[in-house]
């Protein structure tokens, strides 16, 4: 019995690439973790799939993204997209 809807399998060389690129796009040091997972999504109007990447830099300080694509998907610019989002937000307090 899964509880979290569907936990897949990503290639490896695939979640290697899609850490890289986040530790490159949001200037990670070697101490954060980079997790990144794929998930079912069963809500209404949510894609079959979706990717969640976690920054985990420390205790109580982790960061999650999800990208509405499989992590075949994604590419470089997708992980872009994120941290220019994240810049906006900050940037508006």
């Not at 490159?24 to 209404?44: A, G, K, S």
């Not at 300080?61 to 220019?84: F, G, N, P």
Request: charged share 30%.
């Amino acid at each position: 019995m899964n509880l979290f809807g569907g936990k897949r399998t990503i290639p490896a060389d695939q979640a290697d690439r899609i850490k890289a690129w986040a530790g490159t796009v949001f200037h990670l040091n070697d101490e954060t973790t980079v997790m990144v997972t794929e998930l079912e999504c069963r809500e209404p109007g949510c894609p079959p799939i979706e990717t969640v990447i976690a920054l985990l830099k420390g205790p109580g300080d982790t960061q999650q993204y999800k990208i509405h694509k499989t992590a075949d998907e994604i590419r470089l610019s997708d992980v872009e997209k994120l941290a220019v989002r994240e810049e906006s937000h900050h940037d508006q307090h």
